[in-house]
């Protein structure tokens, strides 16, 4: 296996299970722990890794967080195109994700927030607002089917029998 | 006279499993987690279970040829070629219900009562009850840990008598993981190619190779005629439930098995047929995916066991890992009937794959990683636990 199989596979098996372990990695891909570990520090200081998430089903928590999609348009700055409205866009707490889009809308934001009161009162009161902000539209998720790759409805039931020769 | 005792002798014969009081432990623990599970934990991939839904949308739901659909045994000497490079034509190929009635009707074709049929173990439980139902005497061929469980030449050469008419090949095999590659079986053909003796390849696991590719005894020109290579859909797409599989032969060999096939079984399913068209022509790539996966999967499982100071050697094949635990001085059957009251682990003794498996237990690697993990940790404790007692 070359560098970059190593680093894809360690990728591979991060992005199903970001508390997997260099241990665990290690012994999955049949590598040295050592040569493990290294890539992932490399990995994390070019921040081609940059964080670890648990993905978290607020349907099921109660009083949980709720989201929603904002298509935002925006004018785009001289010089600077859409960069300076993004970021300061991306300072909002609220704001978890955002992207430069193709299609109706330069960008797409995904917010979170208690209540879909507080999301709406945030776009209206501190999104909208922003320079070169021109408009935004409002999706608030209703149910979330699938996340992260991940399938939210319960747990499929192995239905194999339990030993099979 | 009791009923019993007037059903046939030759099936009441054939011995129960050794490890039925195993069963009846782990049926009172749905909760353990299995590595005894010998099928893919992968659904069929949708674009071969669409197929078979499309075929009964469009009424597809009479008998097919006794030999199975001309257009899949096309797809199959397509695949064949391609995969494992075997040329075979339609007449040469018969479509059964599952790589399994393929060894049944092989068996009974090729031999008569009092034939020798030459079975290395452990292997798959079902050669030598076939063998035994066709009026042949199995003889067992036992092979050796430190022969990666190969089968060698000192082996079958000792076998051979002049009542030999078959030997089954189970490779890659379950449940030790062993595969033959081309420099061992050209060392079994030397012995065999003088020698009036055919070959029953059952090469279900064959996509599970996990160095270099699968090499079918098949593929030798001495033993092209004299060999039946059975294989199917279970393992490679996930379809176990579709109960298809094939097989490939001489064109005399193969039309007396559609004679067998035809009288028992008329045709093989014809839903799974039309799926198993889809899965031929455009299946590699799920292949492929699956491969990968156990590919992991097995690293994890073998550097698990080694880590807890057992020996097992590299399984190279099918998904199963067979590791050694003669050195915690029990037997297979109580390392595993205790393993999993001590620790809800459900793995299976080595001795029920043959006598030769005794020492060793098959756990399989068709499940979760994360399931993998966990079993492994607590095989861990318990085989630290045995030490410790021992």
Redesign the interface.
């Known amino acids: 296996m070359n560098g970059g199989d190593t680093m894809n596979a360690i990728l591979e098996?991060l992005a199903k299970?970001a508390t997997a372990t260099s241990e665990?990695i290690?012994?999955?891909?049949?590598r040295p722990v050592e040569e493990v570990r290294a890539e992932i520090k490399r990995m994390e200081e070019e921040k081609i890794i940059f964080g670890r998430k648990v993905l978290i089903n607020w349907e099921k928590v109660e009083n949980g967080m709720v989201s929603a999609l904002i298509e935002i348009n925006v004018s785009p700055q001289r010089g600077e195109g859409f960069s300076k409205v993004a970021e300061r866009i991306c300072r909002c707490a609220e704001v978890r994700s955002l992207s430069l889009m193709s299609g109706g809308c330069d960008m797409m934001a995904e917010v979170e927030g208690h209540s879909l009161k507080e999301i709406a009162l945030f776009v209206a009161e501190q999104l909208a607002p922003i320079d070169g902000v021109l408009a935004t539209t409002t999706h608030f998720r209703l149910q979330a089917y699938k996340t992260e790759g991940v399938m939210l409805s319960a747990k499929a039931v192995?239905e194999?029998?339990?030993?099979?020769? | 006279m009791s009923i019993l005792d007037q059903i046939n002798p030759t099936v009441r014969a054939i011995p129960p499993s050794g490890i039925r009081k195993f069963f009846e432990i782990l049926d009172q623990m749905p909760e353990a987690i299995s590595l005894g599970i010998g099928e893919p934990d992968f659904v069929t991939p949708w674009h071969i279970r669409e197929a078979g839904i499309r075929s009964l949308e469009s009424g597809h739901t009479y008998y097919t040829s006794n030999w199975g659909l001309p257009r899949l045994r096309t797809s199959i000497c397509n695949y064949m070629k391609r995969r494992f490079d075997l040329s075979y034509d339609e007449n040469q190929v018969v479509v059964t219900v599952g790589g399994s009635e393929a060894i049944d009707a092989c068996i009974r074709v090729l031999c008569q009562p009092g034939d020798e049929v030459l079975i290395p173990e452990p292997s798959f439980v079902c050669y030598r009850p076939c063998a035994l139902l066709a009026g042949a005497v199995p003889k067992v061929l036992e092979t050796r840990e430190e022969d990666q469980f190969r089968l060698t030449p000192e082996i079958l050469e000792k076998a051979i008598t002049d009542k030999t008419k078959l030997l089954v090949l189970p490779y890659p095999n379950n449940p030790t993981g062993a595969i033959m590659e081309q420099e061992d079986l050209e060392k079994i053909v030397a012995i065999l190619k003088d020698k009036n003796i055919f070959v029953l390849s059952d090469e279900i696991y064959a996509e599970l190779t996990y160095r270099g590719k699968h090499v079918s005894i098949a593929s030798f020109p001495e033993m092209y005629e004299r060999t039946v290579v059975v294989s199917g859909f279970s393992k490679a797409y996930a379809m176990t439930g579709w109960r298809l599989g094939f097989a490939c032969g001489h064109p005399d060999i193969i039309q007396m098995m559609v004679k067998v096939h035809q009288f028992g079984i008329m045709s093989a399913p014809t839903t799974s047929q039309y799926a198993a068209i889809e899965a031929l022509d455009n299946g590699d790539n799920d292949i492929e995916t699956m491969k990968k996966e156990y590919n992991l999967r097995r690293h994890m499982i073998v550097n698990g066991f080694r880590e807890m100071g057992l020996p097992i050697f590299e399984p190279l094949g099918a998904f199963y890992a067979f590791p050694c635990i003669k050195s915690l001085g029990i037997s297979s059957n109580d390392f595993c009937t205790q393993l999993l009251q001590e620790e809800q682990v459900a793995i299976i003794p080595g001795n029920a794959f043959g006598e030769s498996g005794e020492g060793f237990v098959r756990c399989s690697y068709a499940t979760a990683t994360d399931s993998i993990q966990v079993a492994l940790d607590r095989i861990k404790r318990f085989v630290e636990k045995k030490r410790a007692e021992g």
């Not at chain 1, 290690?26 to 049949?30: E, G, K, P, R, V």
């Open positions: 098996i299970n665990q290690a012994a999955i891909l049949n192995d194999r029998k339990a030993i099979t020769l």
